[in-house]
């Protein structure tokens, strides 16, 4: 000390020093508590205080922990939110909380600040982070006890990216389900182990309900082995259904059901599922029925050898024809007449047919189509009478040329040719056994007195040969003076439809039989 | 003095840097206080970061800290460090030399 009572700079340097010192040893933790001077005498301040635990607490927690200052401003924020919203911490601190929200989200998180003065609120917010990404969050805001007057708001903010996850996975679940539950086709979904997860009603009807949990290849194995087709050698479905798992697309390959008399065919197609980070996590199978295509197919193999066949059979008819009027014909132009009008008779049968989808004809309609181009005098000189009548195909182009022959002899020197003639054709079925015959009569009368002819022409062989050969009948040709009278009889070979009637004509003869009985 | 320390002009920005303890009604104080008078007198030109010494020491060590809340201003020199609630306007707006460019 100098004489005026000032410090000299010795004692200054020392007192900096000593100064240096104290902090040294604040600052290095060489210290636990601090001596201040307060109103009422010196306060210790321990270093370490009795909320350390709790302050930790909040530190470490998982959730983002935030206090808030009435304006929005980040008075606190943990790690974990720092986080969430990928800031570094001392960027989060000091700013405010507005920066981590969309623009159109403030006005909504500013009410709930404003809200979160007097009561705790909680809303799900999707935060804008630092990055750039979005987080689905739950912030959770309420009032805080402050040490003075002001105000001071905390939030947790609870990170929803799970449960978002959970509910889309929920969501996309229910999706498949519903899309499986209404799928017309039989639809597999397998795991990557190749077990089987889900499947549409569809293959649970196909394969059995205890689908689901068994391995696909044993549900596959519903499809006998070898009813794939397109197999490569030593690569049947099942080593088909492994590349699938392997990531590659497998469609086309037919596969059969036999059933009793109802064998079902499908395609297979079957494709690998990816996740998100596009590895191969299970595989689809789909069957399409393609039954009817096959069907089609074969009908159509089945239509193609029966034309081929319907037009042999007609060139052979068109050359009998030609051959028989050939031989019996007077002339080239009675050989033309005569050829032209057979070739009509033939090709109005083959017409008659096709309106069947060549299955059967009708007898009247028949007999009706033959004799109309006749009718030039009067349309009630022909009278029929008769059930009605089903022919197959065969039946049909004979007896087509059979009429043909009778209405053209009618025509030309029969009933036919005089104003007052007439011909009444009339047919019945007579049941022999097992078999039902037609018998028809055609009867002329009103014609020009008749005679038997000198020589038997082509019309009467063919009418007799026919009958006889081609339809296992007889016909009887009688030139009785007042007109021509001719007797048809020959079994109907059943049509589809008269076999149908009869099954059902039978079933109804059963049930009043028994009805009968059961009342007496 | 003035040769060597011409103080701040209109166009400097400031980085500041703030050093707290966590949620301590001081420390909050501070923050607040601070911000406020930041927008009010350094509207878009200010760059501030707040740290929590609880939270990060790594980053209050190389400070040399004695006492929290400190205020440091780190730009434009030269440092200036301010320490306690910042609830004195006066004394913070003399401690950044912010009362020259205001006034």
Known sequence: ????????????????????????????????????????????????????????????????????????????????????????????????????LPEHEQPRFAALLQEARSVSVRQEFTLRRADGGEVATLLSLGPLPAEDDGLVISMIASDLTEQKRTEQVVAAERFLRSILEQATEP??????????????????????????GRSLVQALAVFPPGSADGQGPGLGLTGRLGEVLGGRMLSGLEVSLTGEGNARHYLLSAGPLYDARDQVVGCMVMLTDITARKRAEEHQQVLL???????????????AIAAQTLRTAPSVEAF??????????????????????????????????????????????????????YLPPRQVVTMMLVMHELAINAAKYGALSRENGHVTIAWAIDRQGSERVLHLL??????????????????????????????????????????????????????????????????????????????? | MAAEDPGPTGQDVFVLRLYVTGTTARSTRAIANLRELCEQHLPERYDLQVVDVYQQPELAAREQLVAVPTLIRQLPLPLRRLVGDLSNRQRVLAGLDLSVISS
């Open chain 1, 305 to 319: 050898a029966e034309l081929s066949h319907r037009v042999k059979n007609t060139l052979a008819s068109v050359r």
């Open chain 1, 336 to 389: 033309q007449g005569a050829f032209e009008g057979r070739l009509k008779a033939l090709a109005l049968a083959h017409g008659l047919l096709t309106q069947t989808g060549w299955s059967e004809a009708d007898l009247g309609e028949l007999i009706r189509q033959t004799v109309l181009p006749y009718l030039t005098k009067r349309t009630d000189s022909v009278s029929l009478s008769g059930p009605t009548t």
């Open chain 1, 187 to 212: 639809i597999v979904i397998c795991d990557a182990a190749g077990t089987v997860t889900h499947a549409s009603q569809a293959a649970l009807a196909l394969s059995g309900p205890d689908l689901i």
């Open chain 1, 1 to 100: 000390v100098n004489d005026s009572g000032e410090p000299t700079l010795d004692q200054l340097r020392a007192r900096l020093a000593e100064a240096e010192e104290t902090l040294q040893a604040i600052r290095s933790g060489a210290v636990d508590a601090v001596v201040v001077d307060g109103p009422d005498g010196p306060r210790i301040y321990t270093l370490k205080g009795a909320d350390e635990p709790y302050r930790i607490l909040v530190e470490r927690m998982q959730e983002g922990a935030v206090t808030l200052g009435e304006d929005g401003t980040v008075l606190f924020a943990n790690g974990s939110f720092a986080s969430l919203v990928t800031a570094p911490l001392e960027q989060v601190i000091g700013g405010a909380l507005d920066r981590f």
């Open chain 1, 442 to 520: 055609w009867t002329e009368t009103g014609g020009p007195p008749v005679r038997p002819p000198e020589r038997t022409g082509f019309g009467t062989t063919l009418i007799e040969r026919s009958i006889a050969h081609e339809l296992e009948g007889s016909a009887v040709l009688e030139y009785r003076p007042e007109g021509l009278v001719c007797e048809l009889q020959f079994p109907l070979r059943g049509s589809a439809r008269d076999l149908l009637r009869e099954a059902e004509n039978s079933a109804e003869q059963l049930r009043s039989d028994l009805e009968s009985r059961t009342q007496s």
